[in-house]
């Protein structure tokens, strides 16, 4: 569990096909990234149906102010969570304006 946290608590990582993502309990992941020392909070999630779990897992992005750092996270209904995703410099656009052309 320490190794899951002390992962967690990486300002970067390294995704790779071969590279297996940082799993833990949700609410540990969550007050690490959270954290004064990155200082993220949760600004997008939506639901996905990949896996046997159907339309019950959510993707949630954390972000620092200014987009100096995110992490990606996978949520699982059991409570368990993965690190799918981290890095520096997140860019966000607004979501589009139904009826618009995009």
Do not use: W
Request: hydrophobic share 40%; proline share 7%; glycine share 10%.
């Amino acid at each position: 569990m320490k190794h899951i946290l002390a992962l967690a608590s990486l300002p970067l990582l390294a995704v790779s096909a071969q590279a297996q993502p940082a799993c833990g309990s949700y609410n540990e992941i969550v007050q690490t990234i959270t954290a004064p020392k990155y200082g993220e909070r949760k600004v997008a999630q939506g639901q996905t149906k990949i896996g046997a779990e159907g339309g019950k897992i959510v993707i949630e992005v954390f972000a620092a102010p200014k987009g100096k750092t995110y992490t990606m996270l996978l949520v699982r209904p059991d409570g368990m969570a993965c690190i799918i995703g981290a890095g520096d410099n997140l860019k966000t656009y607004p979501l589009p304006v139904e009826g618009s052309d995009i």
